[in-house]
């Protein structure tokens, strides 16, 4: 049983940065794989980034290549993605999630979600 909280959102400017952490409890293993994905509403959930636990690999989807970094510290059991450079198309429901597949991408591969939080981007 994993427990997935996240925070962190808010309104912010076109070019602007949010941080969003993600707080795990519960059991988890170093082959998990902790994902960040995305909903707007009417839209398909959304792959963002995800990382390999321990060792930390990362993953990215293209559209947020080189303005999102995702990371993990392992002592808080936390994850993290930090958006910088952020767009009016960024605007959703953040999620995140954990996965026992280590690279996953796929929402159905992930077994347990945090309740997610509100990033708006504004013009």
């Known amino acids: 049983q994993v427990q997935l909280v996240e925070s962190g959102g808010g309104l912010v400017q076109a070019g602007g940065s949010l941080r969003l952490s993600c707080a795990a409890s519960?059991?988890?293993?170093?082959?998990?794989?902790l994902g960040w994905f995305r909903q707007a509403p009417g839209k398909e959930r959304e792959f963002v980034a995800g990382?390999?636990?321990?060792?930390?690999?990362?993953n990215y989807a293209d559209s947020v290549k080189g303005r999102f970094t995702i990371s993990r510290d392992n002592a808080k059991n936390t994850v993290y993605l930090q958006m910088n450079s952020l767009k009016p198309e960024d605007t959703a429901v953040y999620y995140c999630?954990?996965?026992?597949?280590?690279?996953?991408?796929?929402?159905?591969?992930?077994?347990?979600w945090g309740q997610g939080t509100q990033v708006t981007v504004s013009s």
């Open positions: 519960g059991r988890t293993f170093s082959t998990d794989a």
């Open positions: 999630a954990r996965s026992r597949t280590p690279w996953a991408t796929d929402p159905w591969r992930y077994d347990f």
């Open positions: 990382i390999n636990w321990s060792a930390g690999i990362t």
